[in-house]
C-alpha cells in the first residue's frame, strides 16, 4: 500500500510503463505500448490534490505548496483535467528549482493535450516548455528543444536552435536526425513526426532513438517511468 505523504491518503503506488518497442517521436515521446500510458504516468491525490509521479515521496517543500500555495491552488481549479496533473507536478518542480523535471512535464502536458486534439493548449505548453528548457551539452535534449520549437510553430526559434546545433559534433544518427528537422522546419511543417522517419530502417528491437529517452533529459524522470530507479 501507498500513502500520500502531504495527507496520509491511499494512493496508487508508482506506475511503472512498459517498455517501449517502437520508435519514439522527435521530442523522444515513447512509442506504443508505453505512449498510451501518458495519463497514467502523474497521479494526483483524492484528498489534497498533489500530484507527482510517486505521492509518497513528495517532501516538505513541496506539501507546503500543495497546501497553501495560491497559484497551485488556481491551476488545480482551472487547468485541463487531460493535463492537470502534469501542469501541477511541473509547478512544484518549478518552486523547488527542479527545472529539468518541470521542463519534462510541461513537454508531458503538451502531449496530453495532442491526444486530446487540443492544439491550443498543445502550442502553448510547448512555448512554456521551450521557456524553461535548460541549456544542455548533451544532444538529445537540443535536438529535442528543435522539435519542441517546431512543433509550437516558432520556425525562427526552431531554425536557430538548429543551426547552433549542426555546428556540434554528432554522431551519425544525431546527424540524420537534425537534417530532417531541417528540413521539416523549411517545410514549416508542425506535425508529429516519428524518429524512424529521419532513420531508417528502424529495428525491430527498441529503436536506436531510445537510448536518449531511457538517459535523457532529465534523467530521473524515465528512471521511474521505466521502473530504473
Known sequence: MSVCAVCGAVVRPVFKAPAPELAPDLD?????????????????????????????????????????????????AQAPAFARGFLLWALLCQRRGDVWAAAEALLQAAWAADDAEEAEWAVAW????????????????????????????????????????????LDESSAAILAFQRRLIGERDTGRQLMSSALRPPASRPHVSYQGVRSGPGTGFWRRLFGRG
Open 28 to 76: 523522444f515521446r515513447p512509442g506504443e505500448p508505453a505512449r498510451s500510458t501518458l495519463r497514467r504516468w502523474v497521479a494526483e491525490c483524492s484528498g489534497c490534490g498533489a500530484a507527482a509521479p510517486d505521492l509518497s515521496a513528495v517532501g516538505p517543500q513541496d506539501a507546503e505548496v500543495v497546501r497553501a500555495d495560491p497559484e497551485y491552488a488556481a491551476l488545480r
Open 126 to 169: 510547448r512555448q512554456q516548455t521551450a521557456a524553461v528548457w535548460p541549456p544542455s551539452a548533451e544532444i538529445q535534449p537540443r535536438l529535442c528543444l528543435v522539435d519542441i520549437y517546431r512543433r509550437a510553430g516558432d520556425f525562427y526559434q526552431a531554425a536557430a536552435a538548429a543551426e547552433t546545433l549542426a555546428e556540434a559534433p
